[in-house]
């Protein structure tokens, strides 16, 4: 790599960053600053540089997909030695299982699901205070807080859970002992683990700054009081640390996450350099200048300019109620062009996720693909997840994994062929078959994703496996474009061309939960992350009566100046042949579908899914490859069924232009 050419399109803070001569950096990054480039370029410019090891060097991250994303750009810049990147659970997770191995230890199961064990020791009586419970040992074993310590420094730190501190403290003993007792961890255990060993046995200690001795933090502003301490023994007796990013952006005090870490930064981090990235390359000066106004009404400062030219209006929508606001949002969806939304460039953030269900349904009914979180319930990954979770070895995984992808192809290709020859013999087969079509489709996509996992953790597990898909929100990786549907914490760090941010009132933002100062503060920043996710148009929507109560708007967006959406960017004549091919096209494939699925005996949804016939209806593919991309189907469907699906689609443009 080229010393040089790292640094050349860099502007003159990041170069900043980049080479900046102590090795104890702290980078506050705006957003859309450009974090990820200076983090990338950073541990690029010191290799090539010779002033870091490749091998010795650690990124850690709060996701799988901010990991993924920073190998990918690490080889792009022409880097051939592996760096170790990835989530602070997932690499202490590795390092945790070869210490069972050298010291001989058996190997314990992480468990994601904290809920369910809390549940378990609790009786059908006692699970009246059951969020309570799991919010108070959230709080407690994120600060690294075992259940002995917990009723001491709970009433020190003026905690008043609803079930009382007495009543934690008990069943928080419980739960340790019953994890002990069936030999199980959960995530904050894994990092407390370590702590433990590297705070005991100075030779493990050693080791580990040995092997990770160039540290660099990622969304430092998201750091607990347990990984920080983390950090604090990684760095010991070295202090290579780089820490990039924003107090503005700091939402997850639900988990121990403190803002404070990079506003005190110097206090922190004694002889720490600090670098200020105060650009945003992102988004539109009104965009930033509204997400600048979310903050300063919240009393939180903040400095962040944009490096672009002039841009549209910040837009906004009102609807009656909540069923006005989402018949509004989808119809403006309508007149975006569609090149955006195969893209994957358009987005609705919501506060919370039940807000996100009436939008998927409106924008599915007018033809329009939606992504939403793999990780939602009833999705393919969590199917997955419950399939193989018992699995104890990497190559029990893929033996699933592959056994699973030829089921799915097998009974596809073999549900076609039913459809077209009418088979009474083959009807009656598949009426016996174990699974139905639609059971190996969910699990086909686990399948993809577990693969994924195992080229991530090549000596993963079931457990692992579990444990790696709760830590991240990654989207379902089969999905072809569509908008997405994503709360606003599941949004952070993404972002896209036009983003509909919804239930912009009273109650939601701030969400009523929010009674303290902190937490109002928190629910501004949230705001901030959500609006900024937008490049080029942002709209704001809202209702004026949700769940048949007036809501007023949100007190974070009073002040901003809004324009209403153009009545009719496109021509009517445009707009309403869309709407018509996609409607017409809809219903011709039902039709199709539901006869053709009469006919093998099967249910429709098994044949082919409400949300592919919508794919098909709005992509109007023309070829077998064009089907398979917009698709569900494997290669072997789609070359089956595209001869009965592509003259529909044919058929009914036709009938439209020629009205």
């Excluded at 010393?3 to 003159?12: E, G, I, N, V």
């Excluded at 917990?150 to 009382?164: F, M």
């Excluded at 039940?354 to 329009?368: M, S």
Aim: hydrophobic content about 40%.
């Amino acid at each position: 790599m080229d010393p040089a050419a790292l640094l050349a399109d860099l502007d003159t803070d990041q170069r900043s960053a980049v080479t900046a001569e102590s090795h104890l950096v702290a980078v506050i990054a705006g957003a859309g600053s450009g974090k990820t480039r200076v983090l990338t370029r950073r541990i690029a410019w010191r290799i090539a540089t010779e002033q870091a090891d490749a091998r010795h060097t650690l990124a850690l991250t709060f996701t799988r997909e901010a990991a993924g994303e920073l190998r990918r750009r690490l080889s792009r810049l022409g880097m051939r030695e592996r760096v170790e990147a990835g989530t602070f659970h997932s690499v202490m997770l590795a390092v945790l299982k070869q210490r069972w191995i050298d010291t001989g230890k058996p190997a314990r199961t992480v468990v994601s699901d904290r809920r369910r064990l809390v549940g378990d020791v609790l009786d059908s009586s006692q699970r009246v205070g059951l969020d309570g419970l799991i919010k108070e040992i959230d709080w407690a074993t994120a600060r690294g807080v075992n259940a002995d310590r917990y009723s001491a420094i709970a009433r020190r730190e003026g905690r008043k859970p609803h079930v009382g501190v007495e009543r934690v403290a008990a069943v928080f003993g419980d739960f340790e002992r019953m994890k002990r007792k069936r030999g199980v961890i959960d995530f904050d255990d894994v990092l407390g683990l370590v702590i433990r060993d590297m705070e005991y046995d100075r030779e493990f200690a050693d080791s580990l700054r040995w092997r990770f001795r160039h540290l660099l933090v990622d969304e430092a502003q998201d750091l607990n009081p347990l990984q920080h301490r983390l950090v604090d023994l990684l760095r010991t007796d070295r202090d290579d640390l780089f820490l990039v990013g924003d107090p503005a952006q700091a939402i997850y005090g639900f988990n121990g996450a403190d803002p404070a870490l990079l506003v005190d930064v110097e206090v922190r981090f004694p002889g720490v350099e600090v670098v200020r990235l105060p650009l945003n390359h992102r988004c539109t000066p009104q965009i930033v200048r509204a997400g600048v106004q979310v903050l300063s009404v919240a009393n939180q400062p903040n400095k962040l300019l944009s490096h672009r030219g002039d841009g549209a209006p910040v837009e906004q929508l009102v609807g009656s109620d909540e069923a006005a606001e989402v018949r509004r949002a989808a119809n403006e969806m309508l007149r975006i062009d569609p090149n955006l939304i195969r893209a994957g460039e358009v987005a609705v953030l919501a506060r919370t996720n039940a807000q996100l269900a009436r939008f998927a349904q409106a924008l599915e009914a007018h033809g329009i693909s939606v992504r939403r979180s793999a990780t939602a319930a009833g999705s393919p990954l969590q199917a997955a997840v419950r399939q193989v979770t018992t699995l104890g070895s990497a190559s029990l995984l893929r033996a699933w994994a592959h056994d699973t992808l030829d089921a799915y192809d097998t009974l596809a290709a073999s549900r076609a062929e039913q459809a077209l020859a009418n088979s009474e013999r083959d009807r009656r087969a598949a009426a016996r078959a174990d699974k139905t079509l639609e059971d190996l489709e969910a699990e086909r996509r686990g399948a993809a994703t577990l693969l994924d996992y195992l080229r991530d953790q090549q000596l993963g597990d079931g457990a692992g496996f579990r444990a790696w898909v709760a830590m991240t929100n990654p989207f379902d990786d089969e999905s072809n474009g569509g908008v997405d549907l994503l709360s606003f914490h599941a949004a952070k760090g993404r972002e896209w061309h036009t983003v509909f941010v919804t239930g912009v009132e009273s109650s939601l933002v701030p969400h009523k939960s929010a009674t303290t100062k902190e937490a109002k503060a928190e629910e501004a920043r949230l705001l901030y992350v959500a609006v900024t996710r937008a490049s080029d148009r942002l709209v704001l929507t809202r209702s004026e009566r949700r769940g048949g109560y007036a809501r007023t708007p949100s007190p974070f967006v009073v002040d901003l100046d809004f324009t209403e959406p153009a009545a009719a960017p496109l021509p009517r004549e445009l707009h309403r042949k869309r709407r018509s091919q996609v409607d017409l096209t809809l219903s011709a494939l039902r039709t199709w579908r539901n006869e053709s699925a009469r006919k093998a005996d099967v249910l429709p949804s098994q044949l082919c899914s409400d949300r592919d016939l919508n794919s098909i209806a709005s992509s109007k593919p023309t070829t077998v490859a064009e089907l398979e991309a917009n698709t569900s189907f494997g290669p072997i469907m789609a070359a089956r069924l595209a001869d009965q699906i592509l003259p529909l689609v044919s058929q009914s443009i036709s009938t439209i232009t020629g009205a």
